[in-house]
């Protein structure tokens, strides 16, 4: 499948995609600026995540809270999320509230800063703080998420720290600092706007002018620092969590190609014969016929600056400890670099990633997603409609070839969560 595509830039800088199409009357609007965890300094821990939270309590027009009511009061949906190398605001509406959504992301990218005040980076910071501590802290294998880019990736590395920050580093902003951090990176030509789904392109092309061409540009942001690293650990990195749980849970991982790279498909590719769904290597070995785990899997992070992450994990059956699932897994990992991947499990894993990427071109908003991904990280919008090509073009030989190379031992990265041991008496 291809999406219609029609690309331009405003005078200000920001890079806006449209696709138009009319069989739902729906519209997505997806609004991704390039900063994330990677863009934060020393010391200034978790601001990109933050904001996440802080973009939606009202702008200078838009009062605390209204974002969310104003959309969903016009039977809309929205949300927002970060990551490692961006920050994504998003809304899907009825298709004749587009300009609404785009008056809102418009309002918050050009006037947030008169509406934000030490209240309310209080409250958020005390928000983030909270969902730190349940979907992390308090949270069987919570940690994992900050421990293991800490284990793959060098202290000085944009991608060692904590994506949702440390609570001194939270505690420590000041509302200067957080503005600041707006300022440079919160700006039309740092983003990227996708709009996808029932609507004109000439009447769109118009309400983008109206709302986002009078925000000016930002002044030049800081260059972050070499994301180059050597192409493999160069050793079997390992760290052991004793954690409140109640099985233990295995993260391997490798470091891996970049994404966008022709290796990071065949990497894809081996992901998806390693471990996604029940016809998958893993799952049958540790699964269905060893009953060593009760969940598996295998992915990449799609990370497109230095290098990415290519992680297995596995969580245990009660019963069986860290080192019997260790070795279960590293058994299946080290077979398929000795003896290769079939032609019918590259094909089987071509049609999951076919079926699944199709399947969501389907939803106005992950079309959007998609689109706006590629813009960002690699300038592009109209690689959306050559990843198809791009993991057909993978053969039994390449992902053979990425095994070989990248899943060895000189790489790996072991992240193990085995049940904590009761102090004497307890």
Known sequence: MRLPLESYRLPNGLLVTLSEDHSAPVVAVNLWYHVGSANEREGRTGFAHLFEHML????????????????????GTLNGSTWLERTNYF????????????????DRMGALLPAMTQDKLDTQRDVVKNERRWSVDNQPYGTWWERLPALCFPPEHPFHHSLIGSMEDLSAASLEDVAEFFRTYYTPDNAVLTIAGDFRAEEARAMVERQF???PRGAARPALPSMSLPRT???????????????????????????GSHAYYAGSVCAAVLGQRRGSRLYRALVRDGELA????????DLAKGADLFVAD??????????????????EIDRLRAEGVREDEVERA????????????????DRADAISKFATLFGDPALVNEQLD?????????????????????????????????????
């Open 56 to 75: 939606f309590q009202g702008s200078e027009h838009v009062g605390s809270s209204e974002h969310f009511e104003l959309i969903q009061r016009a039977g």
């Open 91 to 106: 809304e899907t509406v009825p298709s004749h509230h587009l300009e609404l959504a785009l008056w809102l992301e418009a």
């Open 314 to 331: 596995a969580t245990a059956r009660p019963g069986v400890d860290a080192a019997t699932l260790e070795a279960a897994v590293v058994a």
């Open 213 to 215: 061409a009078g925000i």
């Open 350 to 365: 071509l049609a999951l990633i076919e079926t699944d990427y199709v399947s969501s071109m389907q939803a106005a908003g």
């Open 390 to 426: 791009r993991y057909r073009a993978v053969t039994a030989a390449d992902v053979t070839a990425f095994a070989r190379e990248v899943l060895g031992e000189d790489n790996r990265a072991s992240l193990v969560y085995v049940p904590r041991i009761p102090a004497e008496g307890q």
């Open 233 to 259: 650990f160069g050793r079997w990195a390992r760290d052991v969590v004793e954690d409140d749980v109640m099985v233990p849970r295995l993260f391997l991982a490798f470091r891996a190609p970049m994404f």
């Open 294 to 301: 009760s969940d598996v899997g295998a992915s990449t992070w």
